[in-house]
């Protein structure tokens, strides 16, 4: 189980990674095209979102990579769950239906690393 929540780890870090440095680094008429919905945040909201998910990305992987502080693997993957639930709330309230669908799959991997790494099969 260990080798699969690392796997897990490693996949979800990767896809927060790239999502997280494209809005954190990216202005935001730049990313409309692509993500609709950073025409209803500022400018800032769109930036704040993608640090978010860079630190959580990292979360995911430098505190088990290393033994230190171990809790916050767990903790990041608890916090990427519950950016995605916050995230199909606004797809829900806009009626894009077809964006639950990405936010399900990374609540779920996130969600089984978390209950994973607080659980039994902690580090």
């Known amino acids: 189980m260990n080798v699969l929540l690392w796997i897990l780890q490693g996949l979800l870090a990767l896809a927060f990674l790239a999502a997280g440095v ?5 202005p935001k008429e730049k990313l409309a095209p692509q993500m609709p919905w950073v025409n209803d945040f500022s400018a800032g909201t769109v930036k704040f979102v993608g640090i978010v998910e ?8 430098l505190p088990a990579a290393t033994g230190i502080a171990v809790v916050l693997t767990p903790l990041a993957a608890a ?6 639930v916050l ?3 606004y797809h829900v309230r806009k009626g894009e ?3 639950l669908v990405v936010n399900g799959v990374l ?5 089984v690393i978390a209950w994973g790494r607080f659980g039994p099969w902690s580090f």
Not at 22 to 26: G, P, R
């Open 97 to 99: 239906y077809s964006a």
């Open 107 to 111: 609540f779920l991997i996130a969600a």
């Open 22 to 26: 494209m809005k954190a680094t990216q």
């Open 54 to 61: 860079f630190l959580g990305a990292l979360g995911l992987i």
């Open 87 to 89: 995230a199909a709330a």
């Open 79 to 84: 916090g990427l769950a519950l950016t995605m």
